[in-house]
């Protein structure tokens, strides 16, 4: 809500006066000889979009006048040395919430951060591809991003890399990211750089493959060779057409669940033709067959968050083709959401992976 990274700091705000106040760190004598001067009230109050900045030494002071109105605080995000005895009541149910909705829908400001991480992220993404013949396995290849993201400003990462080779790329959140690139086919980078508290999350890369994908959307799915074999191509291209549909359904407006069920029955469609599943598309649609080859959920909001707030996922849900979709029903204008499709199919030995 401001921009403030700086641990242990509090932040109020006064509804009926319109005044937001951030209690940061006071300075610490001792510690300055070790770690320097810590951010002044002053440099802070210029940083940061609040009105008013004070020390954390003076949080119980400014909460102990009395207030005839009631504190809508977080639950378990309060301080045990906090205390609202001052207030005429304390609502620890509804602050939570409406964070979360206000967070999908983002500014201009917000989303000049947001395109300034994937930019980053991008010019990593491209130095992987540049150096993938060249490298021996899966953990050289994260240095490269890294060194990159901390070159280029982007210091923290918005999630684990994830820097899959061949039948690793099936793990939806692989983790390894050590195992050799010898004998393997085709490589899935999902990695993104976080900057000034907003995340990123890379879902295409300028890398051309061949003269026919010249003027082509790009998965971060490519051939560790430079080229794919005919089956990787053949998934890579149900993928692409999931994205490039799904996308172009996108606006103001649009139910999430529809853009899910569409990236199925192109999924659907695609399987048939290569003869991977048999049957109608009906059928196939109604029994969820297809969920095997695309479990997880179409995207997710992005913001402070790389699996961003608001999206009231509901992971009870009987159906499974909905079951893990982080965002359900209507996207609102101005939110930022990704959009993800993929194919994995569940057998041993398989070179047939996508996702964008």
Not at 246 to 273: F, P, Q, R, S, Y
Not at 349 to 354: F, G, I, K, L
Request: charge should be negative; proline fraction near 5%.
């Amino acid at each position: 809500m401001t921009g403030c990274a700086l641990p242990d700091s509090y932040f109020t705000y006064d509804i009926a006066a319109n005044k937001s106040t951030l209690f940061i760190p006071p300075i610490e004598p001792e510690s300055v000889i070790w770690s320097g001067l810590p951010l002044s009230e002053e440099e802070a109050l210029n940083l940061y979009d609040v009105d008013v900045v004070q020390t954390t030494n003076e949080v119980a002071a400014a909460l102990a006048h009395p207030h005839k109105v009631p504190v809508w605080a977080i639950k378990d995000q309060v301080s045990d040395h906090i205390s609202f005895l001052s207030f005429s009541g304390t609502d620890f149910t509804l602050l939570k919430e409406a964070i979360e909705e206000c967070r999908v829908v983002k500014d201009e400001y917000e989303v000049a951060l947001i395109k300034k991480a994937n930019a980053i992220s991008t010019i990593g993404h491209t130095e992987v591809l540049k150096r993938v013949r060249g490298v021996k396995n899966e953990r050289e290849l994260e240095a490269v991003f890294l060194e990159k993201c901390i070159a280029n400003g982007a210091r923290q990462q918005a999630y684990h890399s994830i820097v899959a080779s061949g039948e690793g790329a099936a793990t939806l959140h692989y983790t390894k990211n050590y195992e050799p690139l010898e004998g393997k086919l085709n490589l899935l980078l999902d990695a993104g750089g976080e900057y000034n508290c907003y995340a990123s999350d890379i879902v295409s890369v300028p890398f051309f493959i061949d003269a026919r994908d010249a003027n082509s959307d790009q998965t971060r799915t490519f051939p560790i060779s430079g080229t794919f074999s005919p089956e990787s191509r053949a998934i890579y291209d149900i993928v692409l057409e999931m994205q490039r549909v799904t996308t172009n359904m996108l606006k103001a407006g649009a139910v999430w669940d529809d853009l899910h069920l569409k990236a199925h029955e192109i999924l659907i469609e695609g399987l048939l033709i290569l003869g991977i599943l048999q049957g109608t598309p009906e059928d196939i649609l109604k029994t969820r067959t297809s969920v095997a080859f695309l479990p997880h959920g179409l995207g997710h909001y992005l913001g402070m968050d790389t699996h961003d707030t608001g999206g009231h996922p509901n992971y009870k849900d009987t159906d499974t083709m909905f079951r893990y979709l982080r965002v359900r029903g209507k996207v609102p204008a101005g939110a930022v959401i990704t959009v993800e499709p993929g194919v994995s199919p569940l057998f041993p030995n398989s070179p047939h992976y996508s996702s964008i």
